[in-house]
Nanobody, 127 residues
């Protein structure tokens, strides 16, 4: 699976962006979990949100719950991250990642579980 994230940009605090992750080489339907991660300068990579193969099960890190929404469209091989009420602390490079075998929701935000990674897209939120 090859993944490519897009949709990043510069936005003012309180604004919105929608990130997209497109898969090629294999259908996202065969990836058990797709997850968005982010990495700010000088910080470790952080799990933001996971979504299951069916799209029914989702997980969010505490700092984005209620502001971000993850969704997927298997027919288009796409996963989306709608980001609302953005804050300067959301500034980071955002990556999408996938794994074939499901892991418990309790660990799906841990980057060590993922074998497929896309190139990131930069999100900058100005104050």
């Amino acid at each position: 699976v090859q993944l490519q994230a897009s949709g990043g940009g510069l936005v003012q605090a309180g604004g919105s962006l929608r990130l997209s992750c497109v898969a090629s080489g294999s259908s996202l339907d065969y990836s058990s979990i797709i997850t968005w991660f982010r990495q700010a300068p000088g910080k470790e990579r952080e799990g933001v949100s996971c979504i299951s193969r069916s799209g029914v099960s989702t997980v969010y890190t505490d700092s984005v719950r209620g502001r971000f929404t993850i969704s997927k469209d298997n027919a288009k091989n796409m996963v989306y991250l709608q980001m609302n009420s953005l804050k300067p602390e959301d500034t980071a490079v955002y990556f999408c990642a996938a794994r074939a075998v499901r892991v418990p929701n309790s660990v799906c935000l841990n980057p060590i579980h993922y074998e497929y990674w896309g190139q990131g897209t930069l999100v900058t939120v100005s104050s």
